[in-house]
């Protein structure tokens, strides 16, 4: 596996920053973040200022950020995270590393972070933060948070046990593979794609900072674990359409079937007036099926046409660059 790193060109780390109304904890951020690294030429800094009400682009050109990209209008995080690839790209990362505004991660684990992929190990590195030693969540957040990554696990195919962090570096390569559909967090759905496109992903642990405000992405909990089985299905719907439809399809045929081979039971036996509705629920269920069934197929060859346009996609993105 080689990513898009050459050892004979120089290599540019860009430290991007997903930010909405972060002008108080900004600059506890910018103050932390490295300008060298050993392995590393050229380290910039990208903001992308999501709509915000506040100073934060003030804020981030005051304490001298190289890119600044605003959104005039809030658009949600994963919107902001895709807008920071793309303009890391324009600016040719070779790494893109993204962090929170409120300094939840370290950023002295920056080179731990990039590490895997400067060996040539990865192209997509999570960082694994010690959930059970962060006091700021409770309890339930922490079983959500093992649950989430649990799934995330089974759908991915890949063994990362954070997978609602933020903190990640993201090879060149990988990044011009990712396309975000949720607009709701970017974490479990590159995730998902990574595993689901063969993007050689890994993770390594991380420490955090003591909490400098509330997440405003867990508004509720309730509303958390909806937008994040929302995300889950529907992924694993875009990049495995078939065995989704076909596993309903197949469930249901297979339930009328049975009601209709009990109906023929007791119709044999002599007693199959009194179970007609039987025979009625059996070719619902069974036409639903097989419609559905149907409709795998198709899905299955949206699919395969969906990727044919993500290749075209990148190698267009990669001729650009």
Same mark, same amino acid.
């Given at each position: 596996?080689?990513?898009?790193?050459?050892?004979?060109?120089?290599?540019?780390?860009?430290?991007?920053?997903?930010?909405?109304?972060?002008?108080?904890?900004?600059?506890?951020?910018?103050?932390?973040?490295?300008?060298?690294?050993?392995?590393?030429?050229?380290?910039?800094?990208?903001?992308?200022?999501?709509?915000?009400?506040?100073?934060?682009?003030?804020?981030?050109?005051?304490?001298?950020?190289?890119?600044?990209?605003?959104?005039?209008?809030?658009?949600?995080?994963?919107?902001?995270?895709?807008?920071?690839?793309?303009?890391?790209?324009?600016?040719?990362?070779?790494?893109?590393?993204?962090?929170?505004?409120?300094?939840?991660?370290?950023?002295?684990?920056?080179?731990?972070?990039?590490?895997?992929?400067?060996?040539?190990?990865?192209?997509?590195?999570?960082?694994?933060?010690?959930?059970?030693?962060?006091?700021?969540?409770?309890?339930?957040?922490?079983?959500?948070?093992?649950?989430?990554?649990?799934?995330?696990?089974?759908?991915?195919?890949?063994?990362?046990?954070?997978?609602?962090?933020?903190?990640?570096?993201?090879?060149?390569?990988?990044?011009?593979?990712?396309?975000?559909?949720?607009?709701?967090?970017?974490?479990?759905? @590159?995730? /998902?794609?990574?595993?689901?496109?063969? #993007? =050689?992903?890994?993770?390594?642990? &991380?420490?955090? +900072?003591?909490? *400098?405000?509330?997440?405003?992405?867990?508004?509720?909990?309730?509303?958390?674990?909806?937008?994040?089985?929302?995300?889950?299905?529907?992924?694993?719907?875009?990049?495995?359409?078939?065995?989704?439809?076909?596993?309903?399809?197949?469930?249901?045929?297979?339930?009328?079937?049975?009601?209709?081979?009990?109906?023929?039971?007791?119709?044999?036996?002599?007693?199959?007036?009194?179970?007609?509705?039987?025979?009625?629920?059996?070719?619902?269920? @069974?036409? /639903?099926?097989?419609?559905?069934?149907? #409709? =795998?197929?198709?899905?299955?060859? &949206?699919?395969? +046409?969906?990727? *044919?346009?993500?290749?075209?996609?990148?190698?267009?993105?990669?001729?650009?660059?």
């Amino acid at each position: 596996m080689t990513t898009e790193i050459e050892e004979t060109r120089r290599i540019k780390l860009i430290i991007q920053i997903p930010c909405y109304n972060e002008e108080k904890t900004l600059p506890v951020v910018l103050g932390e973040l490295p300008r060298e690294l050993p392995g590393i030429d050229v380290i910039e800094w990208l903001v992308i200022d999501d709509g915000s009400e506040d100073a934060t682009a003030e804020v981030a050109r005051k304490y001298g950020v190289d890119h600044i990209v605003v959104h005039p209008r809030n658009k949600g995080l994963a919107t902001a995270f895709t807008t920071g690839l793309k303009a890391a790209l324009e600016h040719d990362a070779d790494i893109i590393v993204n962090t929170d505004a409120d300094n939840q991660y370290k950023s002295s684990c920056i080179p731990d972070l990039i590490q895997p992929i400067l060996d040539n190990k990865a192209e997509f590195v999570i960082g694994a933060r010690p959930i059970d030693k962060i006091e700021n969540f409770s309890s339930i957040k922490k079983v959500l948070q093992r649950l989430g990554s649990w799934t995330v696990r089974v759908a991915s195919g890949t063994d990362i046990p954070d997978a609602p962090s933020g903190f990640r570096a993201i090879a060149r390569s990988a990044a011009l593979k990712l396309n975000i559909f949720s607009g709701y967090t970017y974490t479990l759905e @590159t995730i /998902i794609q990574a595993g689901k496109k063969g #993007i =050689a992903i890994t993770w390594v642990p &991380i420490e955090t +900072n003591k909490e *400098l405000r509330p997440s405003r992405l867990l508004s509720s909990i309730p509303s958390y674990i909806f937008h994040s089985m929302v995300t889950i299905v529907r992924i694993f719907i875009v990049y495995r359409p078939f065995r989704f439809f076909a596993s309903i399809g197949v469930s249901l045929s297979l339930i009328g079937i049975l009601l209709m081979l009990r109906f023929l039971y007791y119709y044999f036996t002599g007693s199959g007036a009194g179970h007609v509705q039987s025979v009625i629920i059996a070719g619902v269920l @069974t036409g /639903i099926g097989f419609q559905t069934i149907l #409709i =795998a197929f198709v899905a299955d060859l &949206i699919s395969v +046409n969906r990727r *044919l346009l993500e290749q075209i996609k990148g190698s267009i993105q990669k001729n650009k660059t």
